[in-house]
T-cell receptor
Framework: KAGVTQTPRYLIKTRGQQVTLSCSPISGHRSVSWYQQTPGQGLQFLFE???????NKGNFPGRFSGRQFSNSRSEMNVSTLELGDSALYLC????????????FGPGTRLLVL | AQSVTQLDSQVPVFEEAPVELRCNYS??????LFWYVQYPNQGLQLLLKYLSGSTLVKGINGFEAEFNKSQTSFHLRKPSVHISDTAEYFC????????????FGGGTRLMVKP
């Protein structure tokens, strides 16, 4: 099976713009989670979607949003970008919950200027 | 709330020496425990996980970890490291009442020297 894919891999935006990142999970996986990785804050959970429903949300401002489609593909959106949003955004997919292994994609590196 | 502490931010070790990367967690509920590895410019790869049962867990690439409930620890070990093990290692926890949300430690950079 193909792994988790994320597009684009690299992105440069300016402050105030918005951005949409995409994640295609492993075939058959219905759970998709998003994480932000920065040198200062480390890996932080953004949100999780399961069968098109948001199951959990991390402690991020409302500028960060996401959605999941019927084919389990997921997108996350960041509006009104700030310099501090520069990070590696990782997506992970899983068959279900309860300790199921999460498989991570290579990430999208976002640079906000 | 859950938290994970990785006690060492960097661990230098010579090739073929043993290594232990330490991880302590805090949680008010039962947890699942994970170790992930991240190579430069890549995502995270699962090394091993503890869900229940035997406290000694064996993973890929010769790594193993031991769950110690009384000490709330889940240390990662390898008896003999290779240059290719140089990477960032992350300990993480989740619980059965929080879906797939992983809480990560700050990471430990393992630097294997020839």
């Amino acid at each position: 099976k193909a792994g988790v894919t994320q597009t684009p891999r690299y992105l440069i935006k300016t402050r105030g713009q918005q951005v949409t990142l995409s994640c295609s999970p492993i075939s058959g996986h219905r759970s998709v989670s998003w994480y932000q990785q920065t040198p200062g804050q480390g890996l932080q959970f953004l949100f999780e979607y399961f069968s098109e429903t948001q199951r959990n949300k991390g402690n991020f401002p409302g500028r960060f949003s996401g959605r999941q489609f019927s084919n389990s593909r997921s997108e996350m959106n960041v509006s009104t970008l700030e310099l501090g949003d520069s990070a590696l955004y990782l997506c992970a997919s899983s068959e279900g919950q309860g300790g199921k292994t999460q498989y991570f994609g290579p990430g999208t590196r976002l640079l906000v200027l | 709330a859950q938290s994970v502490t990785q006690l060492d931010s960097q661990v230098p070790v010579f090739e073929e020496a043993p290594v232990e990367l330490r991880c302590n967690y805090s949680s008010s509920v039962s947890v699942y425990l994970f170790w992930y590895v991240q190579y430069p410019n890549q995502g995270l790869q699962l090394l091993l996980k503890y869900l229940s049962g035997s406290t000694l867990v064996k993973g890929i690439n010769g790594f193993e970890a031991e769950f110690n409930k009384s000490q709330t620890s889940f240390h990662l070990r390898k008896p003999s490291v290779h240059i290719s093990d140089t990477a960032e290692y992350f300990c993480a926890v989740s619980s059965n009442n929080a879906g797939n949300m992983l809480t990560f430690g700050g990471g430990t950079r393992l630097m294997v020297k020839p």
